[in-house]
Structure formats: C-alpha cells, structure tokens
C-alpha cells in the first residue's frame, strides 16, 4: 500500500520540471508511505515524465521492492496490493531475466510487459497503477474493479498529472484551485460528488473498473473492463442452483476471499464491530483454523457502544481481543489532523480516523474490514424498500407530470419537516424509475432543502440534465433489464454511495495512518457469484443478510444477527452540542462558509439554529457535512466558481 503520483509533459524541455513538480506530489504523500519512496525520471528523449511513490512496505520489506520500478521500457508506481501474485506469477512461465525481488508490485510490472493492460483482468486485489511505456510514449493509468484504491487526474495543453490523493494533484500548481460550478450540489445532496467528477473544476477521479491510456501526443483512450453488472451477466447460472448450493458456493468463495486477504509479511488484524459483516470475516477465519486480532473500540456514550457485541463475538471465536476506549475530549483534540487528513470531503470519515489511528498505534499495519457487506449481501433499507416500491411507481409514471407534484406538494405539507416523508414526495415526483427511486434514497437533502440553501449562482441551469448518479444508474439498467432487482440495486450501492463515500473515506483516513486497510467481502468472485442468484436465493431465511449468515460454517452469536441494524457511528449529535459546538460555529459562521457567497443569506445560520434545536430533518450530517467542506476550502484556499 502506498501513494502514487506522476506528471507527463508532451514537451521534453520540462524534464527539469516535471522531476520538480513529481517531488512536490511525493512530499503531499508522505503519510500514505513511511517506509520510503522515489522519484524516476524519463530518459532524455521525447516527452518529459516522472513518476514518484511513498512506500508503505507490506509485501517483501526489502529494498528490491522499492518503486518507482523499471524493467525494459516500461516505469511503474503502484498502490495496492495483488492477492492473488504468487498465482499470476506462475502463469507468466519462465522469464529470460531472473526475478529480483519477492513482491506483488514486480509481478503487475512483468505482467504488463507481458499482456499489456490486460494483464489487469488477472489481477485478484485493490490496485492503482501508473506505467510509462518509453517506447510506446505512451501513459497507463488502472483502478481496480470497485475502485477500492484511488485514483485522481487533471489534464491540461500539454500536460497530464495522477496522484493518489487530490492534494498532491493540487501540489503540482498546474491548474487553478476553483470550486467546480455543480459541485456544491452534488454535495449537498450526496455529501460527496458523483465519479468521475470531484468539487474541484477540471481534476476528475478514474472509475473503478477502467482503464485510461494517454499518449505523448495528448490522445486519450478510456475503456471499463468490469462492472458488477456485466459480470453478473456471466455469473449467472441456468438452471440456478438449489438454496443448499448457493449457500454452500457462497461458504467457498468468502473462506477463499479472506484467506487470500491475509497474504503479507506484517501482522493482519480485523476491525471488530460486532455487527455481521465484521464478524463473519471472523467466522470464516475461526473456521479455517485461525486465531484473528481483533479490535474494537467503545464509547463513555451507553447508547453508541457496541463493545458488547463484539466481545461476544471475540469470546464465541477465540480471537485475541484488544478494546480501545474514545471518549469526546480525544476527539476534539484530534480534530485539526482530522480535517487535514480530509482529502476529498464528506460527511463521514471521521469514524474511520479515529479507529486506524487507535489501531495502528497498536503495531498493526494491516487490518480487515467488513465493509461491502451491505452492498452485495442486502442490508441497507434500500433493498427492502425498492423492491416493495417499484410496481406502484411504474403505474404511478404514466401519470400526468402535474398530478405527481401536486401529489408530491401535499405529502410535503403533510410531512412536517420530516426527512423519511420528504424522501416520499420525491420519490412521487420523479421519473417512477429505479435510478431515480434510488437516488432519493441516498439524497442527504432533497432538490427543495438545496434550493432554499444555496445562492442563484450556485443552482444548476433549468436545462441541466439528470445528475450524475441518475443518468449512470439510468444507463445501466437499461442495458441490464433482466438482471435482478437486488443485484440492481447492489449496483447503485456500490458503484454510488460505497465508492464515492465509504472507499474514498476508508483510503484517506487509515492511509493518514499508514494503515493498510483490505476488504474481502469486495472480492469480484464473490461480489459476482451472490449477484448473479435470483432474488429469492439471496432472501431466504429472513433477517438481515440471510445468504451471508446462513452461509457461515460457523454461525454468530443470535444477538448479533437479530438486533437492528446500525452503522458504526461515533455521538457526533451529542458532540456537536457539547464540546464540538465552538468549532461548529466558527467554520458555519461569516468568517467561514456563511461568508463565501455560495449560499443564500442566512440559510447555514438557520440550518446550524435548526440542529441546535433539534428540528425535524436537521441532522447532525447535514451540518457536519459542511463543516468538512468549509475546513477543505480554507486549507487548500479553494476559490469560488466563476
């Protein structure tokens, strides 16, 4: 695991600058990797490129894995780790140059000489990779399929420049620091913004599943060699199998996915939250003979704490437990490197902070999350409420446009400021497609509350189309008619809220750490297998994720699976009132985001009144959001759109 950063000018005079400017991304990295790093150069012919990486040594710790990376014509930098290396290294045969180190990294690098990109298709990992082919004068950019790993760009006349992380694109003083002109409403809908864009004009985000090739003479090339839902297409079996096969199908694929997730030269812990996703990661492991550490952390808040949930889980598998107590005073006083740590923001991460910096201060390097446990396996709401949704509203879309917003009109005014009743009203005014159903699912305030929230400048044009989210799902599902429901809507999850929020998030806040943090449930076998089932496979049982805890050789605890689900929060509704409460409104105030023009006079100030009085459907998200965004834009001097 590691950072990654290059630039590539079409002129060869700017060698000089370019080995500049890659230094100055390798110094914004430094966090992501304390072991070491580097800055290579293209010899002096043809166009300028450099390439630089921060190491955080996982596999081989010695030298000869050290990167930048060369062999022949080609130069690599590479984030991530490729589970399945040892594997793809038999399958390149005999090799006329004798290997000379032990790691995954010069592997992807023969693999590359020798499939070119696709060599990516045998890659079993979460990866970003940058390779320089000096012959071809030609640059690789790769994500791995659900873009576990980041991968930020911004091209320019002349120039192209990658890194891992948006402040190390912004190191490179190529482009001006400007707030994209849609951004602010993508965010407040989303609290983040939809890929490829990102809240900065002109710096996108590479897809998860692609590939981009850039030549010397400024040709781009961008093609997807995956997605859940083609890959699901070709899952998919005739006739399906029996509940006892699927189930037993669904045992091998999680036992092979997270005893590939284990392959490392440092210790591997597991985040422990009690819930099911982290604690089948803990059953599959007991079952094959392990004895995993697992941490996990408590509050001083009874109603947050789910400490006993998870030393229930610790005790019925043996693991070696380690509790980790966080109380508000440790946030606060960790909250400036917090905000700093925010590369891209949103309104989660936090969470994720605090739990890498209070693991890896434990020694551990790498550490196994149960996240994409909702997403492939059902248990968001979302799969529950769609399905039950989707027959009204494709006869409830043939109405006239006018009937669905009055509708809509009278279901707000019934609503009393509710959230769940706003959500109704949109979903009654929209198109009556899952796309759209869905995005107001996700919505963390509808079209109407940004409306009221932002200024005239910042408003979408009325000719603007569908957002982000709504025109990929809107394609997709069009192509993919005859896939399942959930399999649809696992899509939307992942390809959505899990890789613009929770991957993003989970990448900048443990890497601030250098923690290394995997997700096995994310393995594209598995992902693919449980997405190719029909429905019913994928319900039997009942309860919350029933094919994932009825697949377990050895089951959880009843008190695990049977409560109600939560997410793992930290009392940020309780903090925000109590010992965040300066820091909220200073950031909230005119000498922070009231004070930039971006939002109508007066509306973050009654937002910030309406939290502090608990109004209905003023969450603490909802504030805390731009919080983290007015902390971005001051630290990085972000201008308004123009």
């Not at 699912?441 to 989210?469: F, H, I, N, V």
């Amino acid at each position: 695991m590691c950072g990654i950063a290059g630039v590539m000018f079409r002129d060869g005079r700017e060698g000089p600058r370019a080995a500049a400017i890659a230094e100055r991304m390798r110094a914004a990295l430094g966090h992501r990797g304390p072991d070491g790093g580097g800055v290579w150069s293209a010899p002096g012919r043809g166009p300028a490129v450099a390439l630089a990486h921060t190491r955080l040594a996982v596999i081989d710790l010695s030298d000869d894995a050290r990167q930048p990376m060369t062999e022949g014509r080609l130069a690599l930098t590479y984030n991530g780790e490729l589970f399945n290396f040892e594997e793809v290294r038999r399958l390149l045969g005999p090799q006329t140059a004798p290997w000379r180190s032990r790691s995954d990294t010069e592997v992807l690098l023969r693999a590359f000489a020798h499939w070119g990109d696709a060599a990516v298709e045998r890659f079993d990992g979460m990866f970003a990779f940058a390779v320089w082919d000096d012959a071809a004068k030609r640059l690789t950019l790769a994500r791995d399929r659900f873009g576990i790993k980041p991968l930020y760009y911004a091209a320019g006349d002349g120039w192209l420049v990658f890194a891992s992380e948006v402040r190390a694109l912004m190191a490179s003083d190529l482009f001006e620091r400007r707030l994209r002109p849609t951004a602010l409403w993508d965010y407040l809908g989303y609290q983040t913004t939809p890929t490829p864009d990102t809240l900065l004009g002109g710096v996108r985000m590479l897809p998860p599943g692609h590939v981009l090739t850039a030549s010397s003479e400024g040709h781009f090339a961008s093609r997807e060699y995956w997605n859940l839902l083609d890959a699901t297409e070709a899952e998919a079996l005739t006739p399906p199998p029996t509940l006892a096969e699927a189930r037993s199908r669904t045992r091998e694929l999680l036992s092979h996915a997270v005893q590939s997730h284990l392959v490392s030269d440092v210790p591997v812990g597991v985040f422990l939250s009690g819930g099911i996703d982290s604690s089948a990661l803990v059953s599959a492991l007991a079952s094959a003979g392990q004895k995993p550490r697992t941490y996990a952390v408590t509050f001083a808040e009874a109603e947050y704490d789910e400490a006993v949930h998870a030393r229930e889980v610790a005790r019925t598998f043996g693991t070696d437990h380690t509790e980790l107590r966080l109380e508000g005073p440790v946030l606060l006083d960790s909250l400036p490197a917090i905000l700093d740590a925010t590369d891209h923001p949103s309104g989660d991460g936090v969470n994720t902070w605090m739990v890498s910096s209070i693991v890896r201060q434990q020694g551990v390097k790498v550490a196994l999350s149960g996240l994409g446990g909702d997403e492939i396996f059902g248990g968001y709401p979302s799969f529950q409420r769609l399905p039950r949704l989707m027959p009204a509203m494709r006869v409830w879309r043939h109405s006239p446009a006018g009937l669905r917003r009055a509708t809509a009109g009278l279901v707000r005014e019934a609503g009393g400021g509710s959230v769940a009743v706003a959500k109704a009203a949109s979903v009654v005014e929209g198109a009556g497609t899952l796309g759209s159903a869905w995005t107001v699912t996700r919505q963390l305030q509808g079209e109407a509350e940004r409306r009221r929230l932002l200024s005239p400048e910042c408003l979408p044009r009325d000719d603007a189309g569908p957002d982000g989210y709504r025109e990929l799902l809107d394609l997709q599902f069009a192509v993919h008619r005859e896939a399942p429901l959930w399999t649809r809507i696992s899509y939307a999850e992942t390809r959505a809220y899990m890789h613009d929020v929770l991957l993003r998030d989970t990448d900048q806040m443990s890497m601030a750490h250098g923690l290394e943090v995997r997700v096995p449930l994310l393995d594209h076998r598995l992902a693919a297998y449980v997405a190719g089932l029909p429905d019913r496979l994928k319900r039997a049982g009942g309860g919350a994720k029933p094919l994932l805890v009825h697949s377990l050789k050895r089951p959880l605890p009843a008190a695990g699976v049977d409560r109600p689900k939560r997410g793992f929060t930290l009392p940020f509704d309780v903090w925000m009132r109590g010992p965040l409460r300066e820091l909220c409104a200073d950031r909230l105030g005119p000498r922070g985001l009231d004070g930039r023009g971006l939002f109508a006079p007066g509306a973050i100030a009654g937002l910030w009144t309406g939290f502090l009085a608990g109004s209905p459907g003023v969450t603490w998200a909802r504030v805390w959001s731009l919080v983290a965004l007015e902390a971005w834009l001051a630290r990085h001097e972000i201008r308004s759109p123009a």
